[in-house]
């Protein structure tokens, strides 16, 4: 079965609300993004990582590998709106899918830019 690599950096991070969605991926390892990215809280919800020209950060999370039928029946139809799947550059110059926050969402009320707190769950601990 064809597998796509998919980086998290939320909600569905290990022991996260939403790791379910990943069930039956498999779990590759720890990962970091180039320092090409902006990273966001949205309402403190749920993070979102936005590709900038410079001024960037490295932002922490996972990386799995997932199926097609995870992403298409338990991962994506749980995305918020304010998301959008892209890809994404890692820290190891290699390329990986990620959900990304739109341009329009950027200025939405409660869209807060949390990329020097050191990722997601950093971010949480820290409120």
Same mark, same amino acid.
């Given at each position: 079965?064809?597998?796509?690599?998919?980086?998290?950096?939320?909600?569905?991070?290990?022991? #996260?609300?939403?790791?379910?969605?990943?069930?039956?991926?498999?779990?590759?390892?720890?990962?970091?993004?180039?320092?090409?990215?902006?990273?966001?809280?949205?309402? /403190?919800?749920?993070?979102?990582?936005?590709?900038?020209?410079?001024?960037?950060?490295?932002?922490?999370?996972?990386?799995?590998?997932?199926?097609?039928?995870?992403?298409?029946?338990?991962?994506?139809? #749980?995305?918020?709106?304010?998301?959008?799947?892209?890809?994404?550059?890692?820290? /190891?110059?290699?390329?990986?899918?990620?959900?990304?926050?739109?341009?329009?969402?950027?200025?939405?009320? #409660?869209?807060? /830019?949390?990329?020097?707190?050191? #990722?997601?769950?950093?971010?949480?601990?820290?409120?």
């Amino acid at each position: 079965m064809e597998t796509l690599r998919m980086f998290v950096n939320g909600q569905a991070m290990s022991g #996260g609300s939403l790791n379910a969605a990943l069930e039956g991926a498999r779990f590759l390892g720890p990962a970091e993004t180039a320092p090409h990215y902006r990273f966001y809280s949205v309402r /403190d919800e749920f993070p979102g990582l936005h590709p900038v020209p410079s001024g960037g950060r490295t932002v922490p999370g996972e990386l799995y590998a997932v199926t097609y039928e995870i992403m298409r029946d338990h991962l994506l139809p #749980g995305e918020p709106p304010e998301l959008e799947l892209g890809a994404i550059e890692l820290a /190891d110059g290699s390329g990986s899918l990620c959900m990304r926050m739109r341009a329009e969402s950027l200025t939405l009320p #409660g869209v807060v /830019d949390i990329s020097d707190a050191g #990722g997601w769950r950093a971010h949480l601990a820290a409120r």
